[in-house]
């Protein structure tokens, strides 16, 4: 690939495995190579050859790992109660008890709120500053999502976005009648965290102490 006009290629019979390496364009600064491409991530050249950790000061692991954590668990569980709320509401086919169904609303607004923040917080280290899209709860988790993809270097990072968003809106409108579509809202959860783990493990992956500068 180029570089700031740096052609940069490795053998591909020998693939450089993930982690940090001395920044392709010549800047003195370690950069994450994700096992395909050139991650945005960056961290200053330190004491290189101690081959310590990524510091939890960079706020980006930090924010990465709450949402392996619980984050993404928050949105999602969050969604799925309120959604299953909205099918047994008091007064339709299948009713709940006006307080419990108020004591779940209650509950399912705090996972999103926790989910959204958490959410709102690891888009603003992954773009780099606050902006609207990473402050509108659940849309963040699509930017998210997107931005995580193309650091991984998967093809089409948009394609997984578009996929969850289907499988959502088939959850939200076709849950009434299918309640086995409970599943999807679990099934896109577990994808997000997979990815969110694996970046996470890039993210801390340790300077190789051979390519010092």
Known sequence: MIWDNVVVSFPAANPTPPGWYPDPGGERLWRVWTGRDWSRVT?????????????????????????????????????????????????????????????????????????????????????????PAVLVPLFNVLVVSSIVSHELGETGPLRRVGVDVALLV?????????????????AVSLDLTTALSRLNGQLV????ANLAP
């Open 43 to 131: 961290r200053p050249y330190g004491d290189p050859v101690t081959r310590t950790p990524l510091s939890e000061s960079l706020g980006l692991v930090s924010a990465v790992q709450r949402l392996v954590r619980y984050g993404v668990v928050a949105v999602f569980a969050g969604l799925g109660l309120l959604v299953s709320i909205a099918a047994h509401w008091p007064g339709s086919a299948h009713p709940i008890n006006a307080t419990l169904a108020s004591t779940l609303v209650t509950t399912s607004v705090a996972l999103l709120i926790i989910g959204s923040s958490s959410y709102a917080v690891a888009g603003r280290e992954l773009v780099g500053r606050w902006s």
């Open 170 to 186: 088939l959850f939200v409108l076709g849950s009434r009648a299918y309640p086995v579509l409970a599943i999807i809202p679990a």
């Open 205 to 208: 992956g340790e300077a190789p």
